[in-house]
């Protein structure tokens, strides 16, 4: 309906009455009341049995400041019949209708950011860099009804594309300084070193790869992987379920790219080498390193079964990855999206909506740092296309370890019996 109509049967309707007989932005028929200095109803879309309240989304949009922009020309249609309504069109028309934004009370804290800028990491700059550290949700979690709203406000408005990327650069830091505290020769050098710069520790005391060793390192392993997991935006979004599925995605994703890139960026992947964690090497095309025999586990054994896996990564990542030059910000975001590749399978259906808007989230900041250029996004693409082969690695692993664990030929540290055999968290007390 054009506007000088729309607004000449609201004069008609104010000379009958000072107070207007159905909304003035949606023409609902339900009684309005007076909010920020216009009439509106107090509920949208009730035919959905979704609540949503036109000054409540006024506020929030003035409070957190949110410019929507419209795909049509701002010519879409705000009805209370309409299920998906234009987010720009509403606004405009909340203001247009006399929705004041001064009338709109200042924030007392609960919706102020907590900013953290980091100095420049990839080479590109941009004034939106800022953003939150905290994973904890806008709006209060222990409201049931509105929980899937509150999920979808706070994906959308805590980070934008950018922040998200810059999020996952800055917990890949942390990482690697937290990985050589863990098993460097130099811990205390992440003192000296400023917190912006990415380093991978090259003085690992290098060894062929044997169990015993790795049993010692699992626990340092899950500790990486949680403190990732946990610093990893909307992380309180999810249940305990799906905090599970994702620990143990990060758990194994650790193991298999760091140390690939850790094998990359060392140029270990030159001589021939695989370095798993803890710089753990064993020789790809030759059997001379790392294949030694270890109690019930024989040379034949482990070459039979763990090197196929190890070449498996060496030319789908590893030599990807050398041909790519893969830089330490794209590593990262990479990273990222093969967590919620890898796991989004097995979320559960709240989760997996959670996770698809994350997985877009780092795509479009990644292609916000090419700068969408046509020549170097297809970088994009040959990135995108490393993780085509990450599911069968994950999968030839978790295989792998499960053999040694049903024959027992190995005796496995406790996390990893149980991230193998799926045991959630309401079984591990038990």
């Not at 999020?167 to 942390?174: A, K, R, V």
């Not at 990893?232 to 599970?244: G, I």
């Not at 499960?402 to 799926?422: A, C, G, M, P, S």
Request: hydrophobic share 35%.
């Amino acid at each position: 309906m054009p506007t000088n109509i729309y607004q000449n049967n609201l004069l008609e309707q104010k000379k009958i009455s000072n107070k207007p007989l159905s909304c003035t932005i949606c023409s609902s028929p339900e009684v309005p009341s007076k909010h920020f200095g216009c009439y509106s109803c107090t509920a949208y879309l009730k035919n959905n049995n979704n609540y949503i309240l036109f000054f409540l989304i006024f506020r929030r949009s003035v409070v957190l400041q949110i410019d929507f922009k419209c795909l049509y020309d701002n010519i879409c249609n705000v009805n209370y019949n309409i299920k998906n309504v234009c987010k720009s069109c509403r606004f405009n028309r909340c203001l247009l209708m006399g929705m004041r934004r001064d009338k709109v009370q200042k924030p007392r804290g609960r919706y102020l950011k907590r900013e953290c800028y980091m100095d420049e990491f990839s080479g590109s700059k941009s004034d939106s860099s800022s953003l939150s550290f905290t994973s904890t949700p806008i709006l209060p979690k222990n409201n049931s009804n509105n929980n899937n709203s509150n999920k979808n406000l706070a994906i959308d408005d805590e980070y934008t594309s950018e922040s998200f990327v810059n999020q996952l650069i800055f917990m890949e830091q942390m990482t690697e300084k937290r990985r050589k505290i863990l098993t460097g020769c130099n811990p205390l050098t992440i003192l000296r070193d400023p917190i912006e710069e990415y380093q991978i520790d090259k003085s690992y005391k290098m060894v062929p790869f044997n169990f015993k060793q790795f049993n010692e390192c699992i626990r340092g392993v899950c500790l990486l992987s949680f403190d990732y997991l946990t610093s990893m935006p909307f992380y309180n979004l999810f249940n305990e379920e799906d905090k599970y599925i994702l620990f143990r995605g990060v758990f194994f994703l650790t193991c298999i790219l760091d140390s690939s890139y850790f094998t990359y960026k060392t140029g270990l992947y030159k001589q021939g080498y695989y370095a798993g964690i803890e710089g753990m090497i064993s020789s790809i095309y030759d059997d001379n390193y790392g294949w030694e025999t270890e109690g019930n586990i024989t040379r034949e054994m482990k070459l039979a079964l763990l090197k196929p896996i190890y070449k498996n990564i060496f030319e789908s990542l590893i030599l990807p990855m050398s041909n790519l030059e893969m830089k330490p910000w794209e590593f990262a975001t990479f990273k990222g999206m093969a967590i919620w590749s890898v796991c989004c399978q097995d979320l559960t259906i709240e989760g997996k909506q959670i996770g698809k808007k994350i997985e877009n989230l780092i795509i479009n900041g990644l292609s916000q740092k090419y700068n969408n250029n046509d020549e170097v996004s297809l970088r994009l693409g040959q990135i995108i296309l490393l993780m085509t082969n990450l599911h069968v690695i994950v999968k030839s692993i978790v295989e792998f370890f499960t053999r040694i664990d049903i024959f027992n030929l190995i005796e496995l540290d406790n996390v990893i019996k149980d991230l193998l055999n799926r045991k959630f968290l309401y079984d591990i007390d038990k």
